[in-house]
């Protein structure tokens, strides 16, 4: 074969591979017209939706922000889960009821809660059980002395952790039987 016809031939093959790719461009844009039309009617037959109110949006940063405050809570609860129980502990190692919760608050949203049990169902809100939510402290008179004796914190769930003087560590136990029959009211602190 001659240079000539070799030159021939791969034009041949240039021009005919173009041809080809021209007709798929050409359909490629006639199926991008076709389904920029079909959006557009779909577009056009769309609702709008109001955009929120200033308000709305106050309120939906403040319940995220209650959230991540009562995530932290539970997370530094969480992290003691076990730790021994012992009466009149204070530290960060050893916990009873009241130390335990006071640990959590001053932890994870830096609130110094009173010492005692008692005084730190005081020092909130009273809510009912129906209102309880994640972090809420549950209180409780264990002894029947007609004041709180036990304090715990509500996980969600009719759960709650406590540091329990019964199992001589930090557990999560459920409202329901004794709990649920010495529970006497939830303290909102957050």
């Known amino acids: 074969m001659t240079i000539k016809k070799i030159i021939a031939l791969f034009s041949i093959i240039l021009c005919s591979q173009s041809i080809g790719k021209t007709l798929s461009v050409k359909k490629y844009r006639e199926q991008l017209k076709s389904e920029q039309e079909t959006e557009k009617n779909i577009s056009s037959n769309a609702v709008t939706l109001p955009t ?5 949006r106050k309120k939906e940063t403040f319940i995220s922000s209650d959230k991540r405050i009562r995530n932290k809570i539970m997370e530094i609860a969480f992290s003691k889960l076990n730790f021994p129980y012992f009466y009149g502990a204070s530290g960060e ?12 608050f001053k932890k994870s ?8 049990s008692y005084e730190q169902a005081a020092y909130g809100t009273k809510i009912d059980y129906k209102n309880l939510k994640e972090g809420d402290i549950v ?3 264990t002894l029947n002395k007609n004041r709180i ?28 039987g004794f709990y649920a029959e ?9």
């Not at 009873?96 to 640990?103: L, R, T, V």
Request: hydrophobic content about 40%; glycine content about 6%; charged content about 25%.
């Open 93 to 104: 190692q050893r916990f009873d009821c009241s130390s335990f919760i006071q640990y959590v």
């Open 139 to 141: 209180a409780f008179d």
């Open 149 to 176: 004796t036990h304090v715990g914190l509500y996980i969600g769930k009719n759960r709650f952790i406590h540091a329990s003087s019964g199992y001589k560590k930090v557990v999560v136990s459920e409202l329901k």
């Open 109 to 116: 949203v830096n609130v110094s809660l009173p010492r005692v």
């Open 52 to 56: 929120k109110t200033f308000i709305e």
């Open 182 to 190: 010495k529970f006497r009211y939830g303290v909102k602190i957050i």
